[in-house]
């Protein structure tokens, strides 16, 4: 498929643009449940480039709106066959400059998805709809994110691992209160060798650190700051 288009919309009461066609779809007369496996699915290859997405949610006052594209996927020997594994490639890039790359293998019977993905030239001004009510002033600051995960059906449930977990934020800036009040600022701050676990709920980070933390306060001329910080382990 080349420069296939979609729009996408939350709307108030937690429905989507798509739910009155969805429900056109579905038969008006009830069918018996019976208890199958997969489907049969065999895809050999799928490509889906340079496709285009547009996004809203609309479930608020203060909406927010934004466009994925280029929208780029790719499937190789993608199949419900019992342990037969296949190939999956995203990439995304949103009107708001952030880049999503995921990629890995998958086996659909029993599940079983392994891979990694990175987020990058995250703007944290673009989520202003969203913190209207916390922060009178949209943040500042870019964030990246990078893991990679593991997720398998065990038998009983549904488990996933996320590991090598590396995130950082640069020139993060929040104003507190109101326009004028204090202002906390950070040059950076970096978490390494992250990882988290699902079924158990636990959460390990190997290290946090900090970078030129400023506070500063209305009428003080030299506000606190500090140089560095790494905490390890």
Same mark, same amino acid.
């Given at each position: 498929l080349d420069g296939p288009a979609a729009t996408l919309v939350e709307l108030p009461g937690g429905t989507l643009n798509w739910t009155p066609f969805l429900?056109?779809?579905?038969?008006?007369?009830?069918?018996?449940?019976?208890?199958?496996? @997969?489907?049969?699915? !065999? /895809?050999?290859?799928?490509?889906?480039?340079? +496709? =285009?997405?547009?996004? *809203?949610? &609309?479930? $608020?006052?203060?909406?927010?709106?934004?466009?994925?594209?280029?929208?780029? @996927?790719?499937?190789? !020997? /993608?199949?419900?066959?019992?342990?037969?594994? +296949? =190939?999956?490639?995203? *990439?995304? &890039?949103? $009107?708001?400059?952030?880049?999503?790359?995921?990629?890995?293998?998958?086996? @659909?019977?029993?599940?079983?998805?392994?891979?990694?993905?990175?987020?990058?030239?995250?703007?944290?001004?673009?989520?202003?709809?969203?913190?209207?009510?916390?922060?009178?002033?949209?943040?500042?600051?870019?964030?990246?994110?990078?893991?990679?995960?593991?997720?398998?059906?065990?038998?009983d449930s549904l488990d996933a691992t996320i590991e090598q977990i590396e995130a950082r934020l640069s020139g993060l800036r929040v104003t507190l209160k109101d326009a004028a009040g204090p202002v906390a600022a950070l040059d950076s701050i970096e978490v390494k060798d992250g990882r988290f676990q699902l079924a158990s709920q636990e959460l390990v980070i190997g290290s946090i650190a900090v970078n030129g933390g400023k506070l500063a306060l209305p009428g003080i001329d030299h506000p606190p700051q500090f140089g560095a910080l790494t905490v390890e382990d």
């Open positions: 429900a056109a779809l579905k038969s008006k007369e009830d069918q018996p449940q019976e208890q199958k496996g @997969l489907p049969r699915l !065999d /895809i050999r290859s799928f490509v889906l480039a340079n +496709g =285009k997405l547009d996004f *809203a949610d &609309r479930r $608020s006052t203060d909406s927010f709106a934004t466009r994925v594209e280029p929208l780029d @996927l790719t499937l190789t !020997d /993608i199949s419900t066959l019992p342990d037969d594994d +296949g =190939k999956f490639k995203v *990439a995304a &890039r949103t $009107s708001l400059g952030a880049q999503l790359d995921l990629a890995g293998e998958i086996r @659909l019977n029993p599940i079983a998805v392994v891979g990694t993905f990175s987020l990058t030239d995250l703007q944290l001004a673009q989520f202003a709809p969203y913190l209207g009510k916390v922060l009178p002033v949209p943040p500042e600051g870019v964030a990246r994110l990078a893991a990679s995960y593991r997720i398998g059906n065990g038998g």
